[in-house]
């Protein structure tokens, strides 16, 4: 440890509440003379606490938190199931022109003529690229489109006077698909998988009955694999008086070479900060547009966009619509982006962009799959699936090689996700890595699991030992969680 806690010039960073120096400012302006407050005129009682700092020290501290992020402009971020992949720097040229960034959502309708235009040719893009008639647009994230989509189907089986319980959601479905189904206060019943990582179909059959209100089903889904009884399920679910709910978060492995709605659906989200590249990650924006079957479309939320005579219009009321999910439209930066990222690819491009991901997945698996176990046999889709068979009897678990491929420079796959298989490694690499970048991180891969099979368990125990933080206890952490960072008391005898 060094005496200031910095590493060579990785420096170490205390929380800025730690750096206060109450009375300094970055700013100098003349005391506020006692008007009113602008806050309402409540007056304060006591000081807002934020900490005093000069300018410099704000520049640093966010300069220096900067640095310890990890990020897809970092490295490779192999995380299955979010598709973490390069986001075009001309999406972001694009959506700052001042005509598009500098817009207000309440102003009047014939000065975003344009603006209104985009996302009606957003929208067709959408509902071309999945065969489906409507979309709703308005949705901030995947599961808030899961919520959506629910909510749309609700709507239609009560307009029908057909109050359904229940959702039936396949147990490889991703972790979101029951909490909205259990939020939009539906039964949850979960469906096994079978032993191809698929959806059981018997299984399904035997739930199926005329309280189920919808079937919940990934595709392709969390194990990599596309669901390839998928239209026998549609039509099955179809009969009971049931709509097939999709969860395209996926999409990105079968955009321009499948259309969900041959497949059957009727309601699926799209993220667009996972198969059209808008920026993903810290929480948002995000944004998770919904499409809709005929059946459906009529249900879903207002506003959305028209075109007529008078040129476009945002309908606001709607009698069939479920209600409003969100205010205003949607996210219009990600908007922007995902169709400058799908008008600079083309219709051939997306396509190309979805083949290439299931090659750089299946090219992982291939070169992985003699050291290393593959969950399921055959090929995958956007991402490959390993369990933790291999490591078996070398005291060397999944959590072990994730920490381990930190001190390699990469961020770890997912892992112990999905639940389906023991100790699962998902890896998604995404179109946007290089051949070469895919090699480096399998050559990582590989001499990690021949460390783990030569016995060098210790080794991995001590991971990771070059970053900035070493293994967390990660029980204590949960529980008994220490937010505060304390400098490094100074060495003890050193007489000054
Ligand atoms: C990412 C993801 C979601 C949730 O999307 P958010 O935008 O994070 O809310 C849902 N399902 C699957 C399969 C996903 O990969």
Redesign the pocket.
Known sequence: MTTTGHRGLDHEEPLIFEQDSPGLSGVDLPLPKGGPDRLGGLGRSRPLGLPGMAEPQVVRHFTRISQRNYAIDAGMYPLG???MKHNPRLNEKVVRLPGLGDLHPLQPVRTVQGALRLVDTLAHWLKTLCGMPAVALSP???????LCGLMTIRAAHEARGDARRKVLVPES?????PATAALCGYDVDPIPANDRGRLDLAAFKAKLDGSVAALML?NP??CGLFEDQVIEAADLVHRAGGYFYC????FNAIVGRVRPGDLGVDAM?I?L??TFSTP?GGG?P???PVVLSAALAPYAPVPYVVHDKGGFRLIESDPKAFGRIRAFHGQMGMFVRALSYMMSHGGDGLRQAAEDAVLNANYVMARLGDLLSPAFLGPCMHECLLDDHALKDTGVTTLDIAKALIDEGFHPMTVYFPLVVHGAMLIEPTETESKASVDQFIAAMRALALRAKSGDAEFFHESPTLAPRRRLDETSAARHPVLRWRPPAPPAAAAE
């Open positions: 199931s979010c598709t901030a994230a995947g599961a808030h489109g899961e479905a991703h972790g979101t698909n990934t889904n969390t969860d395209g978060a996926n989200h993220n900060h996972k993903h948002g995000g944004s998770g």
